[in-house]
């Protein structure tokens, strides 16, 4: 039987000039999530094409309540992307992370 954890993966792409923006919004809200009672881990993956970086960000939570806690107070990383200024578009959703 594998080991799982309940986990939130958000995916994005944003056009090349606007990273720095939003990689220093995530690093605040990285800051923010890792004091999150549950939180076990957080990673950012990105990759660059021709024109957009495209990006995944994925939160490990010790329990599916605390979890869900996280997405119930809406700082997520797609809702915190969707509050720029223009917003970039996000897909946030629970995931279990398996191995």
Do not use: K
Request: negative net charge.
């Amino acid at each position: 039987m594998p080991y799982t954890f309940p986990s939130v993966l958000t995916t994005f792409s944003t056009p090349h000039e606007r990273w720095d923006e939003v990689f220093h919004m995530m690093s605040a809200w990285r800051a923010l999530v890792s004091e999150f009672p549950g939180c076990q881990s957080g990673y950012v993956f990105a990759s660059a094409n021709d024109r957009t970086i495209e990006g995944q960000v994925i939160v490990n939570w010790d329990t599916v309540p605390e979890r869900d806690a996280w997405l119930a107070n809406g700082y997520t990383v797609g809702s915190m992307l969707g509050e720029l200024n223009p917003p970039v578009t996000a897909h946030t959703t629970s995931v279990e992370r398996v191995f």
